[in-house]
């Protein structure tokens, strides 16, 4: 009887330890997807930074904030609560850049910041291209397409989420 006791004690032991293991991987690929990649910043690379900075902070409307260098060469924006835009300079021509690689900004008002742009003389298009003219996506948001300085593309549009 004490072998079977034993015995029993083992496999007891043994389906206590499999249970565990296999909570604590459960709650680990919980946690794990809890922490995904949150994105941080985005580089560019520009021409003149004091125009480049002042394209994103006066007309696009992004704040900037304190960057580590203090070398002159580096503009630093908050785009959200943690993510940020940097500017380097030192590119030493804009490049041409195709539409499909584009940074997107959502704002409340698409015709808001169209009056801004008319302001500031800066062209706009829709995404066929067509010049001062919004594009209205199947989901109801508005849309328009513009290049900065450097011709980076950039999209703002009135989405909500």
Known sequence: KQGGVYCFMKKLLLVCLLAGASLLGSQGKALAQQQRPVLNH????????QKSTAFYRDIVGIDTIPEPFHDGKHTWFRIAEKSHLHLIQGAKAAIP????????????????????LNKHNIDFTNWAGTGKTPTVRVDGVKQIYLQDPDGYWLEFNDARE
């Open 42 to 49: 985005i580089a560019l690379y520009v021409v003149d930074l």
């Open 97 to 116: 850049h195709d539409k499909n690689t584009h940074l997107c900004f959502s704002i409340p008002s698409v015709d808001a910041f169209i009056k801004v």
